[in-house]
């Protein structure tokens, strides 16, 4: 009786002991793959990305300033430092919901904010195309990346050639003419990338992309 009260004792321990084994081992893998790690554990099973595409106007304009969110304060010293641009503010934020692996196509009319208010009249408009050809998140990697294969933005903005007389007065003749980026990009996953720049016409003043892609885990 005692001897089998004694092996049961030994084989409850040595029970015990794996299981201590077991979770510290699996303690130490989780301490080994670190956050990257868990972070691409993450991205690999996302079903979906949310993509913000934030629009800056980065410009010397004496009345230009604004203000940015928290999230894209360094984006914005990098925009301030590279250009030598002191002002830095949010024109327009475009959000969207992707599948992994698909493609992306959008259009509209932006708001005249893009400029400064009295740049253009209240009549105009403009007006902005946005695609991306392909939309590819790796989560294979510590640090999971989103490639936008044949990225595209632009702007059909509005720009002055000429007067015409009506009654007694003058109007402007305006003519649209586009701006804008093409580029394949690769972006870490989850922090602000500046895309590109391009000018629209203004001394000292530019439109600066600035995405965020982040993954969204369907339950």
């Not at 640090?143 to 402007?172: A, E």
């Not at 922090?191 to 600035?210: N, Q, R």
Request: with cysteine.
């Amino acid at each position: 009786m005692y001897k089998f009260q004694f092996k049961l004792m030994v084989f409850a321990f040595v029970i015990i002991a794996v299981c201590v084994v077991s979770a510290n081992s699996a303690a130490a893998q989780d301490s080994s793959i670190g956050s990257g790690g868990r972070a691409a554990m993450a991205a690999a099973s996302a079903d979906n990305l949310d993509l913000q595409l934030y629009a800056l106007v980065a410009s010397n304009t004496p009345g230009e300033a604004g203000t940015v969110p928290s999230a894209l304060n360094s984006v914005a010293r990098e925009i301030r430092s590279t250009f030598q641009i002191r002002e830095v503010r949010v024109a327009a934020i475009l959000q969207y919901r992707v599948e992994n692996n698909d493609r992306l196509e959008a259009s509209g009319m932006a708001n005249s904010i893009l400029t400064a208010p009295s740049a253009f009249p209240p009549y105009t408009t403009i007006n902005y195309g946005f695609s991306i050809a392909s939309i590819k998140l790796n989560g294979d990697t510590a640090r999971p990346l989103v490639q936008l294969t044949g990225f595209r933005f632009s702007l059909q903005m509005p720009f002055q050639t000429g007067t015409t007389k009506v009654g007694d007065t003058n109007q402007p003749l305006f003519d649209y003419r586009g701006v804008g980026i093409a580029i394949g990009v690769t972006l870490p996953l989850g922090e602000p990338s500046i895309i590109g720049s391009f000018t629209i016409g203004k001394v000292d003043e530019m439109v600066v992309l600035v995405m965020v892609a982040k993954p969204v885990k369907e339950r």
